[in-house]
């Protein structure tokens, strides 16, 4: 059992990605930490108390901690035309739960102090709220075991540029003080994540049985499609990330010091130099044991 704070911007991805996390019997979830990126932080944080009291009730014990609305520097681009209206494209109920009284800063610090064993950091969103934490407290470099983030393109092209991934493209500052910082990090880049995904061919029932999330899996998935007639492939990026938090053999990884650049021209842009370090980089994964978890932890859950 391991024990994570989820650092989130949903987000359709994210959001079968939180879905997986809060069903795994192989995570704790100690908290969902929110961060603007795929759309406002207001819809993001809105999202994670609309996603957390469908799958878990009202009486939900996890914490959802507002984190940060604006990078480092500059403001987020958000895609509102790839998640959809509110950052999600499905509508769910109005919450009754509210944000934690913590900032996700905060939380992510009481966790790491308080967590009975080493904790990890699943970062599915633009890394601001990470460095951050890192920043305001040196000595979390040794009390975080791993921090597995979504994020990257290294031998494949970028998605909204050339050259980068989104969510590194959103905050290269924090990325880049993230990779540097000395934590124990794994890099789930788009070089495994676009080779793991949900086609439109294989629904409407993509995700098998009658438990509430296996409708909302279906829903989320309905949606995008509907919603964008050019869609084939919906790729699984973050659910990616979680489902190597929970069986890290999954992928295969190279060790590397990476380094992201700033400027205007390509920024967002990673670059890996293999040998050593403490960044792993994704360059294979399981194809078909990564989608079938996915599937199945998607489809878990209560009915
Ligand atoms: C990443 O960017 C976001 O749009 C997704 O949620 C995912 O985290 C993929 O590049
Ligand atoms: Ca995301």
Known sequence: MRTVIVDTDPGADDALALI?????PDLQVEGITTVGGNATLSDTTDNALRLVEYLDGKQSAIPVAVGAGEPLRGSFTHAYHVHGSEGLGVRLPAPALRPHGMS????????????????????????TNVAAALESR??????????????????????????????????????????????PVTLVGLDVTRRTSMHRRSGPRWFAGTSKSAQLGNRILADRFQERSDLQEFYLHDPLAVAAAIDPDILACRPARVSVVTNRDERGRTIARYGDGTVKVAVGVDVPRAVEMVRSLVSAGRA
């Open 104 to 127: 996700a800063v905060e939380l992510i610090r009481d966790r790491a102090a308080k967590s009975a064993g080493p904790l990890t950091v699943i970062a599915l969103g633009p890394l």
């Open 138 to 183: 040196p000595d979390l470099v040794d009390a975080l075991a791993e921090i597995v983030v979504m994020g990257g393109a290294f031998d494949v092209p970028g998605n909204v540029t050339p050259h980068a991934e989104f969510n590194i493209h959103e905050d290269p500052w924090a990325a880049s003080a993230v990779f540097a910082s000395g934590v």
């Open 20 to 24: 997986m996390a809060v069903n795994s």
